[in-house]
């Protein structure tokens, strides 16, 4: 049975370095890219061409990946509903961590339903949640197939696959969301670029 939130006698303990202390050393904002989508819809490679152009600039950024997380600290759940939402809710409150320590954490999983979505997004104070939509047609994501796990689930063979038999609930509220342009998917590098001018717009990428 689960315990969380069951525990008592617990209090919170200042500590003397601050969030806004760790900004200026780093000259950024911390705060969550979350990038949600149906599988092969591009999340892991927006993640990695926007952490690398972070990077480049002398932004500290961190990837919170779906399929890696799941090597470790989700390795216990699996993909029904309920245990969906606990990989979100984790996944969540690690992020909240990450930004807390001033980085642009970057989480990259498919996260199909709104309401677990809207639960991390509640988590972070003063809106430093970025949700970012990966608006791809499923035909594209199931051409792709890159870990030919379409091709099971339209055999039956994986149960539950997002798109296919299982819900992806898009967002009704999204920051950005990233589409074709006259039936082209963007670059990599372009779809980076979208997500970094944002970022620099609403000044994320200087301390103040
Ligand atoms: N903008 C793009 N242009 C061309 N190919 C792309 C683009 N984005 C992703 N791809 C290709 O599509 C495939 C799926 O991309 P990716 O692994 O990033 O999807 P994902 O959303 O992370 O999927 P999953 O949820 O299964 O992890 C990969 O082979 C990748 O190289
Ligand atoms: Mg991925």
Not at 75 to 97: C, H, P, Q, Y
Not at 123 to 149: H, Q, S, T
Request: with cysteine; charged share 30%; aromatic share 8%.
């Amino acid at each position: 049975m689960s315990t969380v939130g069951n525990a008592t006698n617990i209090f919170w303990q200042e500590l003397p370095v601050g969030k806004l202390e760790r900004q200026k050393l780093l000259n950024q904002k911390g705060c969550v890219v979350w990038i949600t989508g149906l599988s092969g819809s591009g999340k892991s490679t927006l993640a990695s061409s926007l952490s690398r152009e972070l990077y480049t600039r002398g932004k500290l950024s961190y990837v919170l990946d779906g399929d890696n997380l799941r090597h470790g600290l989700n390795k216990d759940l699996g993909f029904k509903a309920e245990d969906r939402t606990e990989n979100i809710r984790r996944v969540g409150e690690v992020a909240k961590l990450f930004a807390d320590a001033g980085l642009i954490c970057i989480a990259s999983l498919i996260s199909p339903y709104r309401k677990d979505r809207d639960a991390c997004r509640e988590m972070l104070p003063d809106n430093n949640f970025i949700e970012v939509y990966m608006n791809m047609p499923l035909e594209l994501c199931e051409e792709r197939d890159a870990k030919g796990l379409y091709k099971l689930a339209r055999a039956g063979k994986i149960k539950g696959f997002t798109g296919i038999d299982d819900p992806y609930e898009p967002p009704l509220n999204c920051e950005m969301e990233i589409n074709e342009k006259d039936g082209v998917c963007p670059t990599p590098g372009d779809m980076a670029g979208e997500v970094v001018s944002y970022l620099e717009e609403k000044g994320y990428l200087h301390d103040q």
